[in-house]
């Protein structure tokens, strides 16, 4: 374990940090003028050049006459517009870019912050964004710097009136709004994500330890009742289906009664029917026996009327002869 540094030794380190960043305070406008045409096909740093004025605080050859030693900052200088609410009176109003700070702290760390874009008469719903608190100037290394400025463009896009963000930048903003310290009303903001976890954890243990402790008394005063009546419910359940047991064994015993008493009713009936005589058979006689159960057949009008071998026209021309 290593044991911590001398006051003389610490105050050594810190002074070293200041020095560190005046010399990369120095060379900031060189730095930032080439990074940008690193990164213009990314960026579109051409785009905002056509309305707006990149401006590196300090320039080139002017840190010493800079009254704040400790500070780099890099913006869009401001574009004019006309007031669309008053469209008969030409009033301009002025819209400020964003902007990248970097400022010395008094430990020798080094705050990077963002600023979005501004109109006259219109308050940003934010006055910037901590990036973050980088440990000393040689923490400002290439990749540190680049990414840096790469949100400064996205930020620059989607705060502007006519930067056209696209959905990468509109989310990547909305992800650092979500991550990174907020600054509103000149007071620097919890980070959302930690306060959304922060409520989250806080209702989950109420909800959980309300649960838990519900669930304790519950199990402690329930348990000598449940026993018991779960006891008497399954003896209930046994009893129940001895008795629908025996009384299936009833039920068969008297449906073979009931049908033994069917039986000999039946029986007793049959024997007490007087018997049925048997039917007469035809009698058949000799030739001359007449068959009375045939009925005669009787001669049909017309052969009484007329004999056969005449008729009514024959005897018409009888009567006529």
Not at 27 to 42: C, I, M, Q, S, Y
Not at 263 to 283: N, W, Y
Request: proline share 7%; with cysteine.
């Amino acid at each position: 374990m290593s044991r911590p540094a001398a006051p003389a030794e610490a105050e050594r380190l810190r002074k070293d940090r200041y020095a560190a960043f005046y010399a990369w305070r120095e060379n900031a406008d060189k730095t930032f003028r080439a990074l940008g045409e690193k990164l213009a096909p990314v960026t579109e740093v051409y785009f905002f050049n056509a309305f707006y004025t990149l401006v590196v605080v300090p320039a080139a050859g002017e840190h010493d006459k800079d009254p704040d030693q400790g500070m780099v900052r890099v913006f869009y200088g401001t574009r004019s517009h006309t007031d669309p609410h008053q469209p008969k009176a030409l009033t301009m109003l002025g819209e400020s870019g964003a902007s990248l700070t970097y400022q010395l702290l008094m430990d020798g760390s080094v705050l990077v912050m963002l600023a979005p874009a501004a109109v006259d008469r219109e308050k940003p719903i934010e006055e910037g964004l901590v990036l973050g608190i980088r440990l000393g100037p040689k923490a400002l290394t290439a990749k540190a710097l680049e990414g840096d400025w790469r949100h400064f463009h996205r930020y620059m896009r989607v705060t502007s009136l006519d930067g056209a963000p696209t959905f990468d930048d509109q989310w990547r903003v909305a992800w650092l709004r979500l991550v990174c310290r907020r600054v509103v009303a000149k007071r620097v903001q919890t980070r959302r994500i930690l306060s959304g976890l922060a409520k989250l954890g806080q209702w989950s243990a109420t909800v959980g330890l309300s649960g838990l402790l519900l669930w304790g008394i519950q199990s402690c005063t329930t348990k000598d009742k449940v026993t018991p009546a779960l006891d008497q419910l399954t003896k209930a359940i046994g009893n129940l289906a001895a008795t629908e047991k025996t009384s299936a064994e009833h039920s068969h015993q008297d449906q073979s009664a009931l049908l033994s008493a069917v039986v000999g009713i039946k029986r007793e009936l049959t024997a007490q029917e007087p018997p049925v005589p048997p039917s007469p058979r035809p009698s058949t006689g000799g030739p001359g026996h007449r068959d009375q159960s045939k009925p005669k057949p009787t001669k049909s009008l017309q052969s009484q009327r007329f004999p056969a071998g005449k008729s009514s026209t024959s005897r018409g021309r009888e009567r006529h002869g």
